[in-house]
């Protein structure tokens, strides 16, 4: 069964990346894997003469299970990719755009990346990604070019999210799980965050010249009066900062916050397309919005994110786990065990090809930093390391990530384009950041250790003083 679930899943993917040249849509190959998974692992299943009734109530329930976690991310999606949508029928985005007066390829590539890598850890890396890609339509008229600045607000958004508690599905799992405080996250993970944005970005601008070309103004529809635009823009901004508060203060899931923010906005511009009219023409609503959402795009998180679920509860992804362990926990260098350095890099390249929530959640469950056996206890490098990995591994593959997915529907960027342009560049970038806070932890240790014996010599500490 493993050997089969495996072979389908790696002709699925494979058949995504050849989008174009086969020319079948990638959500149709997305929504057929999530089904054919099941489907077999339901079959091979059965075929081992267990009990139907009672493993039929286990699929159901493993299926809801899924489903739910999956439809999190959905709606999570759909209310995000709705409210920016929203704001940029509003023309809300051109308040920001009319302030980025430059056109020079470097100075704007910069500019994006580093918005897109502090945004990130704000919000969060999808809904940062959207919001991002809605302002490079309205600063760069060239669609290839445009997908230059794309794939790097991909990298950066996922650099961004890696560092901060709430920028990242996986980071928030670590944190609720207590596995890293807050304050400690940052301090450890943030200088390498930003290395593994800054150097693509440093290598992308050694090759730009020249100045970009504005998309030139061609309103459709009825011109949004300014104070409508400033007005749907700060609520579009709350609605989307809100989330992690509301995730914060009620401890509901995220979605709940999105929906939440999407249903104030809603009724706010009902009221506005109400009072407002021009040559018979109303103000957009929320409804007019959800016409023209990238539907499929949704659909294909849901494919695959169904196929991952299986791999899952197949027991696969936790095999794959505990393979990693059994062969790389126990590497030392002198007295120092270094092993989990490199399950942690490994698990984020995976994070490229398979979903890295599961993947993060086989490994805690497989390390509790409480309890008896604990191996790596709370704000262990162990767990820093893994939220910059998971996070930002991500990057190596369009649909590695929510973010890339989200940007790959929005933009319709090629598979293909994406492996050739961008992928060399996020692996540099990965690397450079995983070095960085290697050695950054190495030397924290030697440090304190070295005060720690310091402390201990008489009369050391005042001659330091």
């Not at 016409?291 to 679920?309: K, S, Y």
């Not at 899952?312 to 007295?335: C, F, T, W």
């Not at 390249?349 to 890295?356: A, G, T, Y």
Request: glycine share 8%; hydrophobic share 55%; proline share 3%.
């Amino acid at each position: 069964m493993v050997v089969t679930l495996v072979t389908i899943f790696i002709i699925g993917y494979a058949c995504i990346a050849l989008e174009h040249p086969l020319k079948v849509n990638k959500t149709a190959t997305a929504l057929l894997l999530g089904v054919l998974t099941w489907a077999i692992y339901n079959a091979f299943n059965l075929a081992s003469g267990v009990d139907i009734d009672t493993y039929r109530q286990f699929v159901s329930e493993k299926l809801i299970e899924n489903l739910g976690e999956t439809a999190e991310i959905v709606f999570f999606l759909l209310g995000a990719m709705t409210i920016v949508t929203l704001i940029e029928d509003y023309q809300g985005f051109s308040i920001i755009t009319d302030k980025i007066k430059t056109t020079n390829k470097r100075r704007l590539m910069w500019i994006i990346s580093i918005l897109t890598f502090f945004l990130s850890a704000l919000l969060d890396n999808m809904t940062t990604a959207i919001v991002m890609i809605a302002l490079l339509r309205k600063l760069i008229a060239d669609k290839k070019e445009r997908w230059l600045y794309a794939g790097m607000v991909i990298l950066a958004a996922n650099a961004g999210g890696a560092w901060s508690p709430i920028g990242d599905v996986t980071t928030i799992m670590l944190w609720i799980k207590g596995e890293v405080t807050t304050v400690n996250i940052i301090v450890k993970t943030l200088m390498a965050s930003l290395v593994c944005m800054a150097v693509p970005v440093w290598i992308v601008c050694r090759t730009l010249k020249g100045d970009i070309e504005r998309p030139t103004d061609a309103s459709e529809g009825v011109q949004v009066p300014h104070r409508f635009r400033v007005l749907v823009l700060v609520m579009g901004v709350c609605a989307l900062i809100f989330v992690p508060v509301f995730k914060t203060i009620t401890h509901l899931p995220p979605y709940l916050g999105m929906l939440f923010g999407l249903s104030v906005m809603w009724v706010t511009t009902e009221i506005l397309s109400r009072k407002y009219s021009k040559d018979n023409v109303q103000l957009p609503t929320a409804v007019s919005t959800l016409e023209h959402v990238d539907v499929p795009t949704i659909l294909f998180f849901l494919g695959i994110l169904m196929a991952v679920a299986c791999l899952k509860v197949a027991g696969i992804l936790g095999g794959l786990a505990q393979g990693l362990n059994d062969s790389l926990l126990n590497i030392h260098i002198g007295d120092e065990m270094v092993g989990f350095f490199l399950i942690d890099f490994i698990i984020g390249i995976l994070s490229s090809i398979v979903d890295n929530v599961p993947l993060v959640a086989a490994v805690q469950g497989m390390y509790p930093h409480v309890g008896e056996g604990v191996i790596f206890a709370q704000n262990h490098p162990f767990w820093e390391f893994l939220a910059y990995c998971a996070g930002s591994g991500g990057s190596l593959l369009i649909i590695g990530s929510a973010a890339g997915v989200a940007v790959m529907g929005m933009e319709k960027i090629d598979f293909i384009w994406y492996l050739k342009k961008i992928t060399l560049l996020a692996l540099a970038g990965y690397i450079a950041g995983a070095i960085v806070f290697i050695v950054m932890d190495v030397t924290l240790f030697e440090k304190v250790a070295f005060l720690r014996d310091l402390a201990m010599v008489p009369g050391a500490m005042p001659m330091i003083c």
